[in-house]
Structures are given as C-alpha cells and as structure tokens.
C-alpha cells in the first residue's frame, strides 16, 4: 500500500507570505528616508514565532491515518438491474485483496488489514516545507536580532529532522471497517466504510461510487458521456 502525498503546504503557504510581509519595511524604506522602525521587524518575528507551532503540527500529523467514515448509495438488490448483493460484496473484497489487505473480522461490519508504507516522496516534501518555513524564520531573527547574523540560518540544518521523523513514524498497520445494509424494500444498498481518507478516496474512485446526498460533476476536461 502507498498512499499519496499529503497536503501539507499548509505552513509553507503562511510562511511564505510572512516572508513577503517581513519584505515591506525595507521595501517601504526604499521610498522614504531613514529605516524603518525596528518594531516592524519584532512583529514579523512574533508572527513567525506563532507560525513555528503549527509547522510542528504539521509535522507529527503526517505519519497519521485520519480516519473517516462515508456512506455510498448504490441500487439494492430488488431494484432492476441490480447487482446481487454477494457479487457487490465480491468485488469489495476482491477491492481490497489486490491491494494487500487481509480480513481480520467477519459479522455485520467486516475488517480489512493491510500495511502502509512511509512514502519517500511525502517524506522529500515535508523536509522541503520544513527547510523553507526555518529559512523564512531565520530572515527575521537576522533582521529583528542581528547579534545572530547568519548564523541563524544554520537553524536549516534540522529540516532533514522532519522526513526522518515522518519515515520512523508513517509505517503503520491500517484498517478499513465496511458494512452493508439494504433498506427493507430492497431498492437500496448502503456501504459505510470507516478508514483512512485516501484509501476512502480510492476506493470511491475505482468502485465508481459516490457518497451518499452528494453529486458528482464533471470536470472541464471530462468527456461528455
């Protein structure tokens, strides 16, 4: 199993246009004469410093699984040209073989397990945000404490930290709960399943399903069917 790179540009996002405020007193400065007030600076480092506890946030939540549930509606086993119940329950299960999961419970909500891999692309994307939210950080303290000079670009070096870190941690055991249940009528089925958003999102994807009370709508380049 491999699950896609996560969005973590997050931080990357409100440390870059930190980094753009932080720019407008020199850039005031330019204009007018004398520099600009050194309190301007102190208010950028602040804003950075605030920054610094969602960046590791960010970080200790990319090795975890966020777990949902969804609710897909498709025809029940009386509706007309349905598909029978077991040959729905079939292709779920052929599903989540092919992509290494084991059954580890049956009854009315069956357990899949399956092992998820650390993805090393994942990992390069974490130390990149890292490495630019510590060097938008360091242009600060180099600014607002110049007693530090270039020195505190040195504060660079622990952004390998954040992908070793996410590659200790990211390699986990994963569940996906499913369960179905046909309405009394039996025009309609719903599988709930209950698992990690991207395996939730693939799986809706290739089983061609929607969630329940929403609609899809096409894409500008999808072909009109």
């Keep these: 199993m491999q699950q896609a790179p996560e969005k973590l540009g997050v931080g990357l996002s409100a440390s870059v246009t930190l980094w753009l405020l932080s720019e407008l007193p020199s850039l005031a400065a330019g204009e007018l004469s004398g520099s600009p007030p050194a309190s301007s600076y102190y208010v950028s480092l602040g804003l950075f410093l605030i920054?610094?506890?969602?960046?590791?946030?960010?970080i200790k939540r990319a090795p975890k699984a966020k777990v949902r549930?969804?609710?897909y509606e498709v025809a029940g086993p009386s509706g007309p040209d349905a598909q029978p119940l077991d040959?729905?329950?079939?292709?779920i299960f052929q599903y989540f073989k092919r992509y290494n999961y084991e059954v580890k419970g049956t009854g009315d909500v069956i357990t899949f397990v399956g092992n998820y891999k650390a993805s090393t692309s994942q990992a390069a994307a974490l130390v990149l945000y890292t490495l630019v939210s510590l060097a938008c950080t360091a242009l600060v303290l180099s600014i607002a404490a110049p007693w530090g000079g270039n020195w505190w670009y040195a504060l660079c070096l622990i952004s390998p930290a954040a992908g070793s870190y996410y590659l200790k941690k990211?390699?986990?055991?994963?569940?996906v709960k499913v369960k179905m249940v046909t309405s009394d009528d039996g025009l309609?089925?719903?599988?709930?399943?209950e698992g990690d958003e991207e395996e939730l999102d693939r799986f809706s994807k290739e089983m061609n399903l929607m969630e329940k009370g929403k609609v899809r709508?096409?894409?500008l380049f999808e072909r009109s069917e």
């Design 69 to 71: 549930r969804r609710t």
């Design 217 to 219: 709508v096409k894409g």
């Design 51 to 58: 920054t610094l506890p969602g960046l590791w946030s960010l």
């Design 170 to 175: 990211a390699d986990r055991q994963e569940e």
């Design 188 to 193: 309609i089925t719903d599988i709930t399943l």
């Design 87 to 91: 040959a729905r329950a079939r292709e």
